[in-house]
């Protein structure tokens, strides 16, 4: 059964750094397509940066390009999410998700985690 586990939210200050993990089960890691999206209280769930199979390509949302680093170990079956500089508005329940195809879109990504709270305070 596939899994998908995030871990490493937590509360920080705005300008600190907090790395998130997603640990994959149940699936070939190194086959898919996997991604990181966040949703704020009262907003819609946003993308934030997806990684390709073999870290072939990387893309980024723009409100956290120059911030914010995707990666995978694929030995590991673990997906990481690196937030530096963080800011307030970074603030939301952060969620890995494996992907169908190489995309920015939620409806690409078949299977998501239960999400790890990340909280920034001014």
């Known amino acids: 059964q596939v899994q998908l586990v995030e871990s490493g939210g937590g509360l920080v200050q705005a300008g600190g750094s907090l790395r998130l993990s997603c640990a994959a089960s149940?699936?070939?890691?190194?086959?898919?397509?996997m991604g990181w999206f966040r949703q704020a209280p009262g907003t819609e769930r946003e993308f934030v940066a997806t990684?390709?199979?073999?870290?072939?390509?990387?893309w980024y949302s723009e409100s956290v390009k120059g911030r914010f680093t995707i990666s995978r170990d694929d030995a590991k079956n673990t997906l990481y999410l690196q937030m530096n500089s963080l800011k307030p508005e970074d603030t939301g329940v952060y969620y890995c998700?494996?992907?169908?195809?190489?995309?920015?879109?939620?409806?690409?990504?078949?299977?998501w985690g239960q999400g790890t709270q990340v909280t920034v305070s001014s």
């Open positions: 998700a494996r992907g169908q195809y190489y995309s920015t879109g939620n409806r690409d990504y078949d299977y």
């Open positions: 149940g699936f070939t890691f190194e086959n898919y397509v």
């Open positions: 990684v390709h199979k073999k870290a072939f390509a990387t």
